[in-house]
C-alpha cells in the first residue's frame, strides 16, 4: 500500500511547465522529518533518481539531466513536497514517483527507499 500520493501529472507540450506535489496517505506519516526525494521511470526503463532534499537541513540535489530545471522543494506547515518542472523536454516523458525515508539522510537510489507513492503520469510532447 502506497504511503504517499503523487498528484499534478499530465500532458504539456516541450517547453512548457508543470508542478508536482506528494502527500502522505496517512496524518501519521510526517514526511517534514524524512529525506524525500522524486524518482521517473520511462516504459522499458529503469527507475532513476531525479532530486531529494535531505532529512536535516533541506538542502536539495538533482540529477545533471534535471538541473537549473527542476526544483524540490517542501511545504512543513502542509507535508507536502513539491517538483516543480520548467522548460520540459520530451525525454522528461515517464511516471514520476515521490519516496522517502526515515533511515536515510537523502536518496539517491531506489534501494535507500522506504516509502513510494504509486506513480503520476507526465507526457512532454512535442
Known amino acids: 500500500q502506497a504511503q504517499l500520493v503523487e498528484s499534478g501529472g499530465g500532458l504539456v507540450k516541450a517547453g512548457g511547465s508543470l508542478r508536482l506535489s506528494c502527500v502522505p496517505s496517512?496524518?501519521?506519516?510526517?514526511?517534514?522529518?524524512?529525506?524525500m526525494a522524486w524518482f521517473r521511470q520511462a516504459p522499458g526503463k529503469d527507475r532513476d533518481f531525479v532530486a531529494t532534499i535531505w532529512r536535516i537541513n533541506d538542502a536539495t540535489h538533482y540529477a545533471p539531466s534535471v538541473k537549473g530545471r527542476f526544483t524540490i522543494s517542501r511545504d512543513n506547515a502542509r507535508n507536502t513536497l513539491y517538483l516543480q518542472m520548467n522548460d520540459l523536454h520530451e525525454d522528461d516523458t515517464a511516471v514520476y514517483f515521490c519516496?522517502?525515508?526515515?533511515?536515510?539522510?537523502?536518496?539517491?537510489?531506489?534501494?535507500?527507499?522506504?516509502?513510494w507513492g504509486q506513480g503520476t503520469q507526465v507526457t512532454v510532447s512535442s
Open positions: 496517512t496524518r501519521a506519516f510526517n514526511a517534514t522529518t524524512m529525506a
Open positions: 519516496a522517502g525515508s526515515s533511515r536515510s539522510l537523502a536518496l539517491f537510489t531506489v534501494t535507500a527507499v522506504d516509502f
